[in-house]
């Protein structure tokens, strides 16, 4: 997705490694500084290096070939790739890659804590088994 078309950058360079337009894909994927994230990553996502035509077509990819745990962590990755380059482009502070990885595993664990704690709790259950009657004739019932 071309960020300069989107008329969401004024230019059309990459502010991380001036070398390629800045487009989703090469700044979530393709740059040489997010290239250094990925290469931090589990094993299956540091494998998928080939290039892509689209951010979708890298999603569907990763779908079919990544586990649960390891679409967790692409996605909290590319969310926090993204962060970056904002901070990059509107604070002028680059998060080195250790510490973003780091970051992103920190938010990986609250994530996986907060499910696991909404899994804990028992459902509510209703043993009252209801059934459906008709309205009275004077009566109107809209869904």
């Not at 960020?3 to 989703?24: A, S």
């Not at 380059?85 to 990885?101: A, G, Q, S």
């Amino acid at each position: 997705m071309n960020l300069l078309k989107m008329k969401i950058v004024d230019n059309p360079q990459c502010p991380l490694c001036l070398q390629e337009n800045q487009t989703t894909e090469h700044i979530l994927w393709e740059c040489t500084a997010a290239i250094d994230v990925w290469g931090e990553c589990s094993k299956k996502i540091q494998k998928s290096r080939i290039s892509h035509k689209s951010l979708k077509e890298l999603m569907v990819e990763m779908f079919l070939k990544l586990n649960k745990e390891e679409m967790e962590e692409l996605e909290v990755v590319l969310w926090k790739l993204w962060r970056r380059r904002n901070e990059f482009v509107f604070k002028d502070t680059l998060t080195p890659p250790n510490f973003l990885l780091q970051s992103a595993y920190r938010s990986l664990q609250e994530l996986r804590e907060s499910k696991h704690g909404e899994t804990n709790q028992p459902a509510p259950t209703n043993n009252r088994v209801e059934e459906w009657e008709a309205p009275s004739r004077d009566f109107f019932k809209i869904n």
